[in-house]
């Protein structure tokens, strides 16, 4: 009783002083997602471009010819530049997401803030966190249009760019609640040191991790088809990412009752991809989380 007691005050004492500001910031965070939900995908790029002003950056906006099966559409892919100037040819470490939405079978675009609105904030709150920080390679943070289509902003991008400076990528899809992260380990043996980079982080910060060796594919499978390496980022709950890991992993005898759809899957893609969804802390910790990978493979990286 006493324990408890002394406990209950320590941690409304605890509250008094620390939540208000935490809960302001994440309240903040959510209202930053949900402003992505838009009727268009061009509307969202201009969200984008305006936060990332707003936050203090020169966003460059590279535009290209995609479309997909859908025949012929414009897409933008929006890219923020960190770091030294290290000259052509140097190694780079990218940080990715896609902003795009998909589009509904109704014709009416989801409000894709879980994907991917959530892993946008997150990257924009790396971004403001990496500037300050000293690196030595160039960092370039890429929000990528056209994912919903066939990985096609990505895709053009490598087409633009090449993939020869590219030291290592980090991806983010699916990133808007819970506390446990994530990550893929389907992206080839030239992937392993980002891997591990990331598994060091989780030990590090003694976070709740899910290493999954088969992981659904984003804009990742891009950049691993081209032989970089690269790492695929995501945030859910801990059930909804064991119960993930059990559907891509298991097997036929993973346990999971017939025909069971694991949460995030009944929900992206669909009318319940909603902002009510998206927990501001989780958008915190994904973006610090992020920017303490890029820091981590900045420094292993020559
Ligand atoms: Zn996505």
């Known amino acids: 009783m006493l324990f408890r007691s002394v406990l209950a005050s320590a941690v409304a ?31 969202r790029m201009n969200v984008l471009v305006a936060q990332l002003r707003a936050a203090g950056f020169n966003p460059t906006v590279e535009t290209f010819e995609g479309g997909g099966r859908a025949g012929p559409m414009q897409g933008s892919n929006v890219v923020v530049t960190l770091g030294p100037d290290t000259g052509a040819g140097a190694k780079e470490i990218l940080l ?44 370039r943070v890429i929000f990528f249009d056209q994912e919903e289509l066939g990985l096609i902003g990505a895709r053009k991008w490598i087409e633009a760019h090449g993939v020869a ?7 983010s899809d699916v990133a808007a609640y819970g506390d446990t992260m994530m990550y893929g380990q389907n992206n080839g043996a030239q992937s392993a040191f980002v891997t591990r980079a990331a598994q060091e982080l989780c030990a590090e910060r003694a976070m709740q991790c899910v290493g999954f060796p088969v992981y659904p594919p984003s804009d990742d499978r891009a950049f691993s088809a081209a032989g970089a390496p690269v790492v695929s980022l995501g945030f859910q709950d801990e059930i909804g990412a064991h119960q993930m890991w059990l559907a891509f992993n298991g097997g036929e005898t993973n346990g999971l009752a017939e025909g069971f759809v694991p949460q995030v899957f009944r929900v992206i893609h669909s009318k319940d991809d909603v902002i009510e969804a998206v927990e501001g802390a989780t958008i915190a910790t994904a973006g610090a989380t992020y920017a303490a990978l890029i820091q981590k493979l900045d420094a292993q990286l020559r």
Do not use: C, W
């Open 13 to 43: 004492v605890a509250a008094l002083l620390s939540t208000p500001a935490v809960a302001q910031d994440a309240e903040a965070l959510k209202a930053q997602v949900g402003a992505y939900v838009q009727p268009s995908n061009a509307e």
């Open 96 to 139: 990715t997401a896609h902003y795009d939405a998909v589009k509904l079978r109704d014709g009416t675009m989801s409000q894709g803030v879980i994907d991917n609105a959530g892993s946008v904030v997150a990257l924009i709150g790396a971004a403001k966190i990496l500037r300050d920080k000293p690196l030595t390679h160039r960092v």
């Open 165 to 171: 400076n590219v030291a290592a990528v980090v991806n």
